[in-house]
């Protein structure tokens, strides 16, 4: 069993960045691949970021390419979601993800996903 742990979210403006921390429980966090989904008010749970176990690959949705990074510490069992240049359609409860092996190519699906986090609330005002 996995728990996760968000923080780090809040309000900012336009253009701000916020860190995003997922704290995960347990030894084997370095087997996962972890990753952020967001829900905004109204839509359906959207698949933002994901960052690979061996040599760390990461994939992002293509409206938040160039502006957030996804990173982990294994040491701190941890996965950070970095969010710069925010804008107000990112507005959204940001979740963290943990996939357990096997993997698919299918990431950006939330089945793929077998623990998941409470979330937390990010709002960008304009």
């Known amino acids: 069993q996995v728990q996760l742990v968000e923080s780090g979210g809040g309000l900012v403006q336009a253009g701000g960045s916020l860190r995003l921390s997922c704290a995960a429980s347990g030894r084997t966090f370095s087997t996962y691949a972890m990753g952020w989904f967001r829900q905004a008010p109204g839509k359906e749970r959207e698949f933002v970021a994901r960052?690979?176990?061996?040599?760390?690959?990461?994939a992002y949705t293509d409206s938040v390419k160039g502006r957030f990074t996804i990173a982990r510490d294994n040491a701190k069992n941890t996965v950070y979601l970095q969010m710069n240049s925010q804008k107000p359609e990112d507005t959204a409860v940001y979740y963290c993800?943990?996939?357990?092996?096997?993997?698919?190519?299918?990431?950006?699906?939330?089945?793929?996903?077998?623990?998941w986090g409470q979330g937390t609330q990010v709002t960008v005002s304009s």
């Open positions: 960052i690979g176990v061996i040599d760390a690959h990461t």
């Open positions: 993800a943990a996939d357990t092996p096997p993997y698919s190519s299918r990431y950006s699906q939330e089945y793929e996903y077998n623990y």
